[in-house]
């Protein structure tokens, strides 16, 4: 999908990017945003997604979306990886590292379930949503 974007072979000027369920994900939504997209996923189970608050200390707000509501952003995580971010995301709009590459090193959730910028990608892409 972000290959797709940033090597299409046009000169049209992408800005968003429709998918299917399968096109979404928390990394690919992160990268859309640090690469100046917008993701727009069509959402096959809307039920069981699942948001995160975006300020904390704020149980009672959004009493509407009570049910999908999860933890607070941590965006003091954000500001702490950024410049990573930042690095991979400009790794792929130069080409000289591969999406499927990066993409599969962030997806693996066994192996990266307690990586700081595992959880930081999660934090990241839920602030999108």
Known sequence: MLEGLLRHGTEMEVEKN??????????????????GFHLLPR???IHRQKL?????GQPDAYPHLQTILERPIRWD??????DQMIKYATALRLGTADAETILKR???SKRLSGNLFARLRRDHAASLR
């Open 43 to 45: 959402l096959k189970g």
């Open 106 to 108: 962030f997806t693996r």
């Open 52 to 56: 995160y608050r975006p300020i904390a």
């Open 77 to 82: 995580l954000i500001r702490q990886q950024y």
């Open 18 to 35: 429709y998918v299917d369920t399968g096109g979404q994900s928390e990394v690919g939504f992160a990268f859309c945003h640090l690469l």
